[in-house]
């Protein structure tokens, strides 16, 4: 199993490098990177190119690693005990299977997406270390012993809103996915509108790149806002020469709000473009 990139996914060779590395040596890999660079999408990727099932845990400030493994329900079967359900006397009817459970009875090697680890609590990771190594895990309430029949490819991605435990990053394949340079991105661009005018392209990565250049930005432009914007900039069929303006801080680009996320930014832009005008008078 290699993973060699599809036609829908723009994969630089050192993420190549990255997930083979991770297949070879059978460790989750942890993916890095600013928000916006394709993370996600990574996993839904390498299971389509390496034919295999994509199984996804999404993980939230409120999950808890156990609901990875399993979870009882507890609830449910006093409510059928009282009701005299005889479903009741077998526990197995209480025990939902959470998505590493799913991952390690999957008959075929499946990819484990495990996204956002660094939104749970600090514990989180700690908890599954002994799960993510050993690829199996203990059913306390029916004496099962749940082990991978093959160990699937985990994929990790984090933002770095919280530093992981090095206990954790030991047992890792660590890539850290760099932003794209214009050169990659218009084989992203290409990728997701064929055919699309270059000149436009161009002009539009040349805003871009300068808007994320801008000190003082509190949110940078990412890959999959620059994509909303070049949409919008087609579908409202605006003019090349309205792109044209030479310094992106004294003119807001058109539709910016595909751009801009937060009103300190827009702000700023506003406040930037009203100087240069009232220099030129």
């Not at 390496?50 to 999950?63: D, F, Q, Y």
């Not at 030991?170 to 509108?193: G, K, N, Q, S, W």
């Not at 999959?224 to 801080?249: H, P, Y």
Request: hydrophobic share 40%; with cysteine; charged share 30%.
């Amino acid at each position: 199993m290699r993973f060699e990139g599809t036609k829908s996914y723009v994969a630089t060779d050192d993420l190549k490098v990255a997930v083979n590395a991770a297949l070879v040596l059978e460790r989750p890999l942890l993916i890095k990177g600013e928000p916006g660079t394709g993370k996600t999408v990574l996993a839904q990727e390498v299971a389509e190119a390496l034919g295999a099932p994509l199984i996804e845990w999404h993980v939230k400030s409120t999950t808890k690693a156990q609901q990875g493994l399993y979870e009882y329900d507890a609830v449910a079967r006093l409510r059928d005990s009282q009701l005299g359900d005889p479903k009741v006397h077998d526990i197995a009817n209480y025990i939902r299977k959470g998505k590493l459970w799913t991952a390690f009875s999957s008959p075929v090697r499946p990819v484990l997406l495990i996204d956002e680890v660094d939104k749970a609590d600090i514990e989180f990771p700690n908890d599954l270390l002994q799960e993510l190594d050993r690829m199996e895990f203990h059913v306390y309430e029916t004496g099962e012993q749940v082990k991978a029949a093959q160990r699937p490819l985990v994929i990790i991605t984090s933002n770095n809103e919280k530093e992981l435990p090095d206990a954790f990053l030991r047992r890792c394949f660590f890539h850290y996915i760099r932003f794209p340079d214009p050169e990659t991105m218009r084989a992203i661009v290409e990728v997701h509108f064929p055919g699309i005018k270059q000149r436009l392209v161009g002009e539009a990565l040349r805003i871009f790149y300068e808007l994320r250049d801008v000190p003082g930005l509190k949110k940078k432009p990412s890959t999959s806002e620059l994509i909303d914007w070049l949409k919008l900039l087609m579908a409202e069929d605006i003019e090349l020469e309205t792109l044209r303006e030479k310094d992106v801080r004294k003119a807001i680009p058109p539709l910016a709000g595909a751009l801009l996320k937060n009103e300190q930014d827009v702000h700023m832009f506003e406040r930037l473009a009203f100087l240069a005008r009232r220099e030129q008078r």
